[in-house]
């Protein structure tokens, strides 16, 4: 069965810090990997998502994402950290361990991130 | 473009009652799916519909159900309100099927007393 799992609740760091958000995945197949981040009181938000290619992808904000096959991983990274990166942060993977052709998404069960002046 | 809308953003209900939540996608995008929100479980799968068909479904009760429009609008139900179907409840849409990233509505918060 398709998971992930983001390994840390919470994430602190000091603005001006470089991050990292942890993401690691299991899939059947080749992964089709996501981020989104979530204000508080909001919907989600899509930065990056990784489907083929490098393996370095950029989104938006200044956020990146780095997939690693042989770790499965995909971890969420940002040089420089701001305070307003304060959020909520989803690692997704879309499920194709069954119907094919489908958008589901699975998530990890999120990591909040809280920068510090 | 405009966004993916839903209504209402809040609602609250009775247990028992039935409830219907509404999702417009954007523009041009066919594919819709829902998914419910709660701090113990997470984030969880409901349904995906496109072009008027359900796709795939999540692990949920029978008590939840929806459906897509022709115009791709969807809209859920759940009824029978249980306390614990307290959740915010997103609903996402995509251009196609598959790989393409999916854009989330602000959500409708659903409290069940």
């Known amino acids: 069965a398709q998971s992930v799992a983001q390994p840390e609740d919470q994430v602190n760091v000091a603005e001006g810090n470089p991050l990292t958000v942890k993401c690691t995945y299991s899939?059947?197949?080749?992964?089709?990997l996501f981020w989104y981040v979530q204000y508080p009181n909001r919907g989600l938000q899509f930065l990056l998502k990784?489907?083929?290619?490098?393996?370095l992808v950029k989104g938006s904000y200044g956020f990146e994402a780095e997939f690693n096959k042989s770790q499965t991983s995909f971890h969420l990274k940002k040089p420089s950290a701001l305070v307003s990166d304060s959020a909520l942060y989803f690692c997704?993977?879309?499920?194709?361990?069954?119907?094919?052709?489908?958008?589901?998404?699975?998530f990890g069960q999120g990591t909040t991130l809280q920068v510090k002046p | 473009k405009a966004g993916v809308t839903q209504t209402p953003r809040y609602l609250i209900k009775t247990r028992g009652q039935q409830v219907t939540l509404s999702c417009s996608p954007i523009?041009?995008?066919?594919?819709v799916s829902w998914y419910q929100q709660t701090p113990g479980q997470g984030l969880q799968f409901l349904f995906e519909?496109?072009?008027?068909?359900?796709?795939n479904k999540g692990n949920f009760p029978g008590r939840f159900s929806g459906r897509q429009f022709s115009n791709s609008r969807s809209e859920m139900n759940v009824s029978t309100l249980e306390l614990g179907d307290s959740a915010l409840y997103l609903c996402?849409?995509?251009f196609g099927q598959g790989a393409g990233e999916q854009f989330f509505g602000p959500g409708t918060r659903l409290t069940v007393l």
């Open positions: 996402a849409s995509s």
């Open positions: 899939v059947s197949g080749n992964p089709y």
């Open positions: 990784y489907i083929t290619g490098d393996n």
């Open positions: 997704a993977v879309r499920d194709n361990g069954g119907t094919s052709n489908t958008g589901k998404l699975i």
């Open positions: 523009s041009g995008h066919r594919s």
């Open positions: 519909y496109f072009s008027e068909t359900q796709r």
